[in-house]
């Protein structure tokens, strides 16, 4: 439970706004990882406007935790994560004139286009998962197509300005929790979580993963990524601390 992926694209974002190679994303990953990240998140996009094959490559080849590949159902992008096989590929929407990844991936429309992807990637031997909304059918529709996973996205919960759309986003997501395990799915959850909204969702004690990204590479310009990865565990080891009933273990 409330295991800590990290996403390090951001990283690679700012090594890109000056065409040089610093920072290295391998190496925010190695530092993510000695403060105690429980996995490496990071997105091959296919317009490469951050990681780029080489951070794949050697990504693939040097982090020691989970390695958890996002990525379109892009061809040429399939064909690089079977080869590589990261542990984990997360299939997520792209659109070129996105800031980053918005909203879900629509597997009930798209199933016909995603089946045959999940089928190819678990033959590889890659868990896979699909980012999709919390809605009912975007579950059932990802257990039907084979996924082992569902990453939810918690936009909704981040974004809501008062105590009633927090509580009610929420909701939504712990719906969606029990959808997903019903289905047999594993569940996870990401997108704009940050050091003062992680607690609510955390002390629910109900998803096995959280992937976060800008918040944590945020943070570790003042406190160094080490750091700021070993803070943000920290929340999330406190939150369930907190919220289990006295007595009961760990
Ligand atoms: N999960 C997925 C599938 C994402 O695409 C992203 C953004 O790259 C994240 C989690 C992390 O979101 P954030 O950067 O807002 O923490």
Redesign the pocket.
Known sequence: MNKLGV?I??VATVRQARRTDEPDPVWAAAEAELGGADGI?F?LREDRRHINDRDAELLKQVVGVKLNM?MSVNPGIVKIALRLRPDQS?L?PERREEL??EGGLDVVRLRKKIAPVVRKLKGAGIVTSA?IEPAKDQIRASAECGFDAV?LWTGAY?HAKRDIALAAALERLARGVDVGRECGLDVHA????TYRNIEPIAALGIFSEF??????VARAAFVGLREAVREMKRLLDRALLLSRPAGQPG
Do not use: K, Q
């Not at 990401?190 to 979580?193: F, I, M, V």
């Not at 992937?211 to 944590?216: A, E, F, P, T, V």
């Open positions: 996403n694209d951001h998140t997105h996002e997360t997520v980053t990844t980012f990453e981040a990401g997108h704009g979580l992937n976060i990204g800008h918040s944590i």
